[in-house]
């Protein structure tokens, strides 16, 4: 069983910027450039959202909300991932999760992901 623990979150005021990282604890040998990485949010009384996914080969999707105000990365020295969030809004307040899947391709639909991480919190204040 593959855990990935989040990190990053915190408060901050709308405009201003977070960085999300995300690893396997221990020593799982697990390596997320091998795997499809996803990032998901969920808000308070809201289902859960895809953000954001790389592929194996680096490939990044975002969804139309974070176009191009979030960054999706993986640093495989680190074997971490890592997701930039600029501007940010008060709508981008939520829990956010890593997702990694186990099999091939790299879905949007949460039900396509395999291991979780217990999530990390993003406040976005006016």
Request: with cysteine; proline share 2%.
């Amino acid at each position: 069983q593959v855990q990935l623990v989040e990190s990053g979150g915190g408060s901050v005021q709308a405009g201003g910027s977070l960085r999300l990282s995300c690893s396997p604890s221990g020593d799982t040998g697990y390596t997320i450039s091998s795997h499809c990485m996803g990032w998901f949010r969920q808000a308070a009384g809201k289902q859960r959202e895809w953000v954001s996914y790389i592929t194996t080969r680096g490939t990044a999707q975002y969804a139309d909300s974070v176009k191009g105000r979030f960054t999706i990365s993986k640093d495989i020295a680190e074997n971490a991932l890592y997701l930039q969030m600029n501007s940010l809004k008060s709508e981008d307040t939520a829990m956010y999760y890593c997702a990694a899947r186990s099999r091939g391709g790299c879905p949007t639909a949460s039900e396509g992901y395999d291991y979780w991480g217990q999530g990390t919190q993003v406040t976005v204040f006016s």
